[in-house]
């Protein structure tokens, strides 16, 4: 393996982290409009969004931990290539695919999360847009 194999996770790790931290802002300003909601008839609504939206902090934090320390793992590899470690770098490089793969299986799970949410609020509008029409 030489130099070149841990450098074409680079840019594909950075734009993963890029993703996550948007992922991230939008939780940010979901809540705060969460908090701009606060009456009597949204109280369900916000209670059960409150738990997903919880859940999807800790996933988005475990996601952007295992991708920096992939990126991490990564550069280490890189180095230790460059010294001439072959062993040591093939290995950082194998431990940095693994934990890319950990922060991917957590996206997705927040993804799954995500989609849940989406369909509360659809519940909420659809039971609300029922009322109206009765």
């Known amino acids: 393996m030489d130099l070149t194999t841990p450098a074409l996770l680079f840019p594909a790790i950075s734009l993963l ?65 460059f010294l001439g470690s072959e062993m040591p770098g093939i290995v950082a490089f194998g431990i940095s695919l693994v934990l890319l793969s950990l922060s991917l299986l957590y996206s997705l799970y927040e993804i799954q999360i995500s989609t849940n949410a989406i369909n509360v609020e659809l519940s909420n509008f659809e039971a609300r847009k029922s009322e109206s029409q009765n």
Not at 19 to 35: D, E, P
Not at 50 to 62: A, D, E, H, P, S
Request: hydrophobic share 50%.
């Open 17 to 81: 982290l890029l993703a996550y931290t948007n992922r991230f802002l939008v939780l940010a300003q979901l809540i705060r409009q969460l908090k701009q909601m606060d009456s009597e008839d949204d109280h369900a609504l916000i209670a059960r969004q409150i738990g997903m939206l919880r859940k999807r902090i800790i996933l988005t934090k475990r996601m952007q931990t295992f991708g920096v320390l992939s990126f991490f793992l990564c550069t280490v590899s890189m180095f230790l290539l």
